[in-house]
């Protein structure tokens, strides 16, 4: 099931030199949900660059004060409208440095992983941020056993090896830098 977003909604942003891109650093989290057959995907896309799209997990940055899961449970919420406890949180699954290069900025997050298990569900946008509204481009439960065929990119491209490290337990994968970018960082 993938649910687009309506075209009427407004999607422009300038771009800007790769040279003049501003550069932010930051904290963040991404919450795989999984009814254990599919997983809940976003369908993100960098306005500045048409065409662009990529499926992603919902999350986000890491507020000031917050801790990492507080802030997988505010995101889960405000992202898709699931309400969650930090407790129904398995993990951190795994740690890594993300390099997101767009047409307007460059993002440099440290990121940790979480699972939830969910029952499936109609996501509700209605508490995302004015930006997700224009990035945001729909969602949907791709099934794990196609991950591998997706016809857009998959950020983290390695989210079937998280989900499986998920489900066997353990010490938290250290994944290293990572860049996933629609305008290379130079």
């Not at 090896?161 to 994944?175: C, R, T």
Request: charged fraction near 25%; charge should be negative; include cysteine.
């Amino acid at each position: 099931m993938v649910r687009p977003v309506p075209d009427d909604v407004p999607r422009s942003f300038a771009a800007v030199s790769p040279a003049l891109r501003r550069r932010h650093r930051r904290r963040g989290v991404r919450v795989m949900v999984s009814d254990s057959t599919a997983v809940l995907l976003l369908a993100d896309s960098d306005p500045g660059t048409p065409g662009s799209r990529w499926w992603v997990t919902p999350g986000g940055g890491i507020d000031a004060g917050e801790s990492p899961k507080a802030a997988a449970v505010r995101e889960l919420l405000e992202e898709v409208g699931l309400s969650a406890t930090e407790d129904e949180l398995s993990g951190p699954v795994a740690h890594r440095r993300v390099i997101h290069g767009y047409s307007d900025h460059i993002l440099d997050q440290d990121e940790t992983f979480y699972l939830l298990r969910a029952d499936r569900f109609e996501v509700d946008s209605s508490g995302q941020t004015a930006t997700e509204q224009v990035t945001l481009r729909g969602y949907g439960w791709i099934p794990i056993t196609e991950l591998g065929c997706l016809d857009i990119p998959l950020w983290p491209a390695n989210l079937p090896e998280l989900l499986s490290h998920a489900d066997k337990g353990g010490d938290p994968l250290e994944l290293g830098i990572v860049e996933e970018s629609t305008v290379a960082v130079e």
